[in-house]
Each structure stands twice: as structure tokens, then as C-alpha cells.
């Protein structure tokens, strides 16, 4: 799995003071990242961090594994997620799921890369539930269980997650973890095709060989079905 990190700019947008509070040192930092200014964002970030707020460790984290203000320092940026994480955020414990997964920064360690993964789950963290899903179908630091699988592919799918949504067709497609029904493998990957055009048409394509008529206007209903009620 390729490393990414992941600084989602909406989930701490709410930090800027509103009116007559007075000036929350978090908004100057976060106004210094967003404008690109990253060693001045580093320079206020890095003081919060030292005090213990768990969004600032992880932004912290964010720029060493990124290189941002920075030299790229992957240990640095396991032990800044890490400390974020204990403190129970959810976006460093996806990002720490991420280094030990990668062997980035720490020894590769996919037992403990699942347990970061599932902490973030748990919390309602799509990327996660997909990761965690990947886990049990792959067996990557626990038994291979598709139905376990299947389970947290589900869980991001409905959130939007695209590659859960092809994950979790696919199983459908196979019977693996879940009874084999290849209308509602077509309706995840056609759902899926709104973000991974070329990933999930080749998968809904070939699939497409073996449905009846009726089958295809079904996924075609379930998908259309799914995708109204999301718009709502």
C-alpha cells in the first residue's frame, strides 16, 4: 500500500476564534499552513505540540513526512503520529496504521499497523475501514476472513470510499465472505466508477459477460438507487 498522508483542513477549520474570543494561537498556525508558509506554521505548531495538543502532534507529523517547513524525517513523523494517536485522533492513527504498513519511519509491523487502523475504524474513519478490510482479505497481520472483510468494506463503501466499493464487489463477484451475487458486485463497482473511472469500469465490464438482462437492470437500479440517496 503506497504511503500517503492525510491533513484534512475541514476537521480543524472550526479552530479559527470566532469574534471577541481571544486569539487561539491554533488559527495563526493553521493560517500559516493553508497559505503555504510552512516553516512559520512548523514555528507555531511545534510549541503546541510540545504542550500536548493532539492536533497540533499530528500536523507536526504531517509536515516531517511530508517535508514541509521541514527536512522529510519519517521517524520523527511516526513519533509525533504516535503521540497524536495515544491521545486517541483519529487522522494519526490512520497515519501511524499507514508507517507501519510501509515499514516508513518504524519497523514494518502489520499487527500493529491493523491495531492503529482499527482505532480509526472504530471512530468512523472510511480510509481506515478500508484498510482494516484489506487486512482480513489479505491476511496482513491477522487470520485471513473474508466475511470479516466484507464487513469493514461495507462500512467504507457507504461512506464513499471507492477502492472499499470495488473491494467489496469483488467479494460479491467471488462469493468470498458473503453469498455470491454478481448484481450487487455490478452495483459497487458501478457506484465505484464515479471516482475510479478506469479501476471499476474494467471490473463492471467483464462482469457485465456474465449477466442476464435482468440482472444488469437491477445493478443498474440498486446503483442508481444508492447514488440518489447519498444526493438527498
Not at 482499527?118 to 491476511?139: E, I, M, S
Amino acid at each position: 500500500m503506497k504511503f500517503v498522508t492525510t491533513f484534512v483542513l475541514v476537521l480543524v477549520l472550526s479552530l479559527s476564534a470566532a469574534a471577541g474570543d481571544p486569539p487561539d494561537p491554533r488559527a495563526a498556525a493553521l493560517e500559516a499552513y493553508e497559505s503555504g508558509n510552512y516553516v512559520e506554521a512548523m514555528k507555531l505548531f511545534n510549541p503546541l505540540a510540545e504542550k500536548g495538543d493532539a492536533m497540533a502532534m499530528f500536523v507536526v507529523g504531517v509536515m516531517y513526512s511530508s517535508g514541509q517547513g521541514v527536512e522529510d524525517d519519517p521517524e520523527k513523523a511516526a513519533e509525533w503520529f504516535k503521540k497524536s494517536a495515544k491521545k486517541g485522533d483519529p487522522m494519526a492513527q490512520f497515519n501511524l496504521g499507514l508507517l507501519y504498513s510501509n515499514g516508513k519511519g518504524v519497523k514494518l509491523d502489520y499487527e500493529k499497523a491493523l491495531r492503529w487502523f482499527k482505532k480509526a475504524a472504530k471512530q468512523g474513519d472510511p480510509r481506515a475501514q478500508f484498510c482494516v478490510g484489506l487486512a482480513y482479505d489479505f491476511a496482513q497481520g491477522v487470520d485471513q476472513d473474508h466475511k470479516k472483510a466484507a464487513e469493514w468494506y461495507l462500512q467504507a463503501a457507504e461512506q464513499g470510499d471507492s477502492n472499499a466499493q470495488i473491494n467489496l464487489g469483488t467479494l460479491y463477484a467471488n462469493g468470498q465472505g458473503v453469498e455470491q451475487d454478481y448484481v450487487e458486485a455490478y452495483k459497487w463497482y458501478k457506484i465505484a466508477e464515479l471516482q475510479e473511472p478506469l479501476k471499476a469500469a474494467e471490473a463492471k465490464n467483464a462482469l457485465i459477460e456474465v449477466l442476464s438482462p435482468e440482472q444488469y437492470l437491477e445493478g443498474e437500479r440498486r446503483a442508481e438507487e444508492w447514488i440518489e440517496a447519498c444526493m438527498e
